[in-house]
């Protein structure tokens, strides 16, 4: 015998445990239904049946629709009233509940069950016209809104219209007989809009209703929301159908939402607000403005009362910060939901260690509470609440590197360091940011481009120096020469006031205020517990002295990436590297390099000293060299002079180097194999910085020489050789000796599929994962904004891989890398370098992988060390 699916469960049917199947507010409907909270009675149609519309071509299967209306008839018997009845018509909300809290994002329908009939018995059994034809409207509305996608403001504007023709200022103000104008007006604009009359049979709307819960998981804040909050689309939305209690039934009755601690700070007590005479909608509307809750005591005592010792049974059970909605009918106290409240950084760091104190819930308990990705909001400034309100948007792109930031525009480094040194604040704003911008960069304030996505050289090297960038607009048109750009229509000029938000890339006009982040005393607890449960270390990524002293101060365990490069961005070393660059002997390379040799020593020698004798993973140069050569002709005739070569020739040699495909070109370990000269610089640079600072601090400092972009063992082994009869050398004229070790990026598919052969020549393996992910998906990462939007909104990937790891086809290259390397050589440690070491969801895939540390910029070291002890006790469970 075939068993019926179960699509529908009454509240009373569930329980806390149940949120997968029931999404979160139908679960905590449930559960508060079992606590015997006041609950509107009602019943939940679970995710899976989300789950079948969308397979079944968005439709609602026959045996889902016979289990809702079902459900329906009991609920008529609990409430001795009729769905549909002329007189006295039971009426319903319908709401989503996904299984995680996505406020905002998903859609409401009240009061529906009325239609032109019903509406006058409820006025007569309610003896409350205005109220009965106000409930009428609101349903009209939401209905025509979320329904049929007939705008909102459509009806605004009608409301609007009547108030003013009345002389009133809110909606209270109106009477029975303009919500009677209001209903009029509202189906014809509905009929002009949809073609048909508003829908006078109640099924109808409930069928049409739950099909628009459905569809709103799909809708697009709520997808931008989960790819933001890494969601999965396949998990669906439960729909709640509950009976309906009325706020706005007069001056007994009102709406609210509160939580148990303030949700900005974490303090404790009762933190909320209501409306006298309101449904739920106008509160988070701003129609009019809510009353604190504490007033609430004044207006209807035994209310608070009941409510205040309800909310502390409900945290008492969750042990947690609860975010309550609750409606007073004509004196009755009902809850319609609770949730574990959202929160800011500081809030939850701050609860998440009272509940400790309280005896509530335990250290690792109070680590899961709290999100990784959230820790930024402490770690960078933000912009000041009451002045954000007033900040005229202008434009939207990528959250490249977080923080807050606002200054004058400038389009060129030069111009941009000049103006800094002159005390004003910098926002730089170029069509794409380039190594040589680096100065340019680091004394701006924000940096803003137009082209690049999230991982692009803009936004790389502003995390690592904790600047705010916001890149990849696409709708931003930049003219360098003119300095000037064009946005949206508008066009603004150097010297003009913007304002950038990195952690949501949004642009503003103008000069908003920023405030500085607030690292309360809780946050080193926190740090504390994480370094307790986690198993992997955390590095970071830092290139300067500063960048390592930095990192070491945020928590950071060892470097995982000194990228050599980034070394000679600087002005008085970047005309010796070009040199050094299209020098055309041996000899001449040489003399460059030895030029360079103390630059490079000087840089390894500060950044031991910062490091105390933790590890440092220095690679050697990777990037293609286009990006070092001259562009201008004034800089080719200046690099001319000083290598005794004419314009002609410097740009005939500029042009030589040209190439179709830098990124996969003349790069990386392939470097090394065309000009070795370049490594034994580098490998002699290390050495004596390390012997030096080991002579001087007696730190025990073990060098470790990562070659960068290998795909094959015997290129590895070719560039090995170079670095250890370099290496062997200078220990022998130094008369010192000291342990050091080699390996390799493992950043080309290849490498991964052939790791157990690599292994035989490398004492480690870390994966940069932003070329690794650029090579397996076959997309550059600079390019990839301008069409991962279409394949989001063509559901074909549900995140930007650059962002966060793709664990399906990247992880299993990386799954094998280690499994075939520790195979071949079981001492191998292994790690992550690329930005993806600072993703709490690929930190937790590094923990299932066995990696021994992840590494990224130095501000995300906090987050990584969260997302390391999270993923441990995470696994620990399973």
């Known amino acids: 015998m075939v068993t019926e699916k179960k699509w529908v469960y009454k509240f009373n049917e569930g329980n806390a445990q149940m949120r997968e199947l029931l999404g979160g507010k139908g679960a905590n409907l449930a559960e508060m239904t079992n606590l015997g909270l006041p609950i509107p009675m009602g019943f939940t149609i679970t995710t899976e049946a989300c789950t079948d519309y969308y397979k079944s071509g968005r439709k609602i299967s026959n045996e889902i629709k016979q289990q809702i209306f079902e459900a329906l008839r009991w609920l008529e018997k609990e409430n001795g009233k009729k769905f549909g009845d002329n007189n006295d018509p039971l009426l319903v909300s319908v709401r989503s509940g996904a299984r995680v809290s996505m406020p905002g994002m998903m859609d409401t329908i009240l009061n529906l069950g009325m239609n032109d009939i019903s509406v006058k018995g409820f006025a007569q059994k309610t003896n409350n016209p205005r109220f009965a034809y106000d409930s009428y409207r609101r349903f009209i509305q939401m209905f025509s809104d979320v329904v049929m996608e007939v705008p909102k403001s459509k009806f605004e504007k009608i409301i609007d219209e009547i108030k003013e023709q009345k002389g009133v200022k809110f909606d209270i103000d109106l009477d029975v007989n303009d919500m009677k104008k209001l209903i009029k007006r509202f189906k014809a604009l509905y009929k002009e809009a949809i073609g048909q009359d508003f829908p006078q049979d109640p099924d109808v709307q409930l069928m049409e209703a739950v099909k628009a819960v459905f569809r709103s998981w799909d809708n697009p804040r709520a997808n931008v929301y989960r790819r933001m909050n890494d969601i999965p689309g396949d998990w669906g939305t439960a729909v709640n159908i509950q009976t309906m209690v009325f706020g706005n039934m007069g001056n007994t009755s009102g709406t609210g939402v509160a939580f148990t601690r303030n949700p900005a700070t974490g303090a404790k007590g009762i933190y909320g607000e209501y409306l006298i005479d309101a449904q739920g909608e106008d509160v988070v509307a701003g129609v009019r403005t809510p009353q604190p809750i504490s007033k609430l005591e004044e207006d209807m005592p035994g209310c608070y009362s009941e409510f205040i010792n309800l909310a502390h049974k409900l945290e008492s059970h969750y042990r947690d910060m609860q975010d309550m909605e609750f ?5 009755k106290l009902f809850f319609l939901q609770t949730r574990n409240g959202k929160r800011t950084a500081e809030a939850a760091i701050n609860i998440a260690c009272d509940l400790v104190e309280e005896g509530m819930i335990t250290p690792e308990e109070a680590l899961l509470r709290i999100e990784a990705k959230s820790l930024d909001q402490l770690l960078h ?4 609440a009451k002045a954000l309100k007033e900040g005229k948007v202008i ?13 004058k525009v400038y389009f060129t480094a030069e111009d941009a360091k000049n103006a800094a040194a002159k005390g004003e604040r910098v926002i730089l704003v170029r069509l794409e940011t380039s190594p040589e911008d680096i100065e340019g960069m680091h004394a701006a304030e924000g940096i803003l481009t137009a082209r690049g996505g999230m991982t692009s050289h803009a936004a790389v090297v502003a995390r690592g120096m904790g600047t705010c960038c916001v890149s990849g607009c696409n709708d931003l048109k930049v003219n360098e020469e003119g300095k000037e750009f064009e946005l949206n229509g508008t066009v603004y000029h150097e010297g003009d006031y913007i304002s950038l938000d ?13 405030v500085e982040a607030q690292i309360s005393g809780n946050f080193g607890c926190i740090m504390r517990w994480a370094d307790q449960f986690r198993k992997m270390k955390v590095r970071t990524n830092a290139d300067t002295p500063a960048d390592a002293e930095n990192a070491v101060r945020l928590g950071a365990e060892g470097i995982g990436l000194c990228r050599t490069e980034h070394m000679f ?5 970047i005309p010796k590297f070009r040199r050094m660059i299209l020098s055309d002997t041996v000899e001449q390379r040489e003399a460059a390099l030895a030029e360079l040799l103390p630059y490079q020593r000087e840089d390894f020698i500060g950044m031991y000293k910062a490091l105390r004798g933790r590890p440092m993973t220095v690679r050697f140069l990777d990037p293609p060299l286009h990006e070092f050569l001259p562009k201008t002709e004034a800089e080719m005739r200046e690099l001319g002079d000083s290598m005794g070569l004419t314009f002609e020739e410097v740009k005939a040699r500029c042009d030589a180097m040209h190439e179709f495909n830098p990124m996969m070109g003349l790069r990386g370990c392939r470097l090394s194999v065309i000009y070795p000269e370049i490594s034994r610089m580098q490998t002699r640079a290390v050495i004596e910085a390390a012997i030096a600072v080991k002579k001087e601090m007696n730190y025990d400092i073990v060098p470790e020489i990562m070659v960068p972009l290998t795909g094959e063992r015997k290129e590895l082994l070719f560039v090995k050789n170079i670095i250890v009869e370099t290496a062997e050398q200078v220990m022998k004229e130094q008369g010192y000796f000291l342990n050091y070790q080699v390996g390799t990026m493992i950043e080309i598919p290849r490498a991964a599929l052939t790791a157990d052969d690599v292994a035989k020549e490398a004492d480690f393996f870390s994966f940069g994962t932003n070329d690794l992910t650029q090579m397996t998906f076959g997309f550059s990462r600079d390019d990839a904004g301008k069409f991962l ?11 930007d891989p650059f962002s966060k790891l793709d664990q399906t086809g990247v992880g299993q290259l990386m799954q094998m890398a280690v499994k075939k390397g520790r195979q071949e050589n079981p001492m191998l440690h292994c790690g992550i370098c690329g930005e993806h070491g600072g993703d709490p969801s690929s930190v937790a895939f590094c923990q299932e992988l066995g990696l021994d540390y992840v590494s990224c910029s130095p501000f995300r070291v906090p987050i990584a060390r969260l997302a390391a002890a999270q993923a441990a006790i995470n696994l620990k469970k399973k």
């Open 327 to 331: 409606t007073i009918q004509e004196g």
């Open 381 to 384: 400034p933000t912009f000041d």
């Open 395 to 407: 434009g939207h792109a990528l959250p490249a590197s977080p923080g807050s930031a606002a200054g």
């Open 502 to 514: 990195g952690s949501t890339g949004t642009i503003y006009e103008g000069d908003i205020p920023t």
């Open 569 to 573: 961005f600087e002005a008085e070393r």
């Open 789 to 799: 939007e279409s394949y989001y909104d063509q559901k074909i990937y549900e995140f």
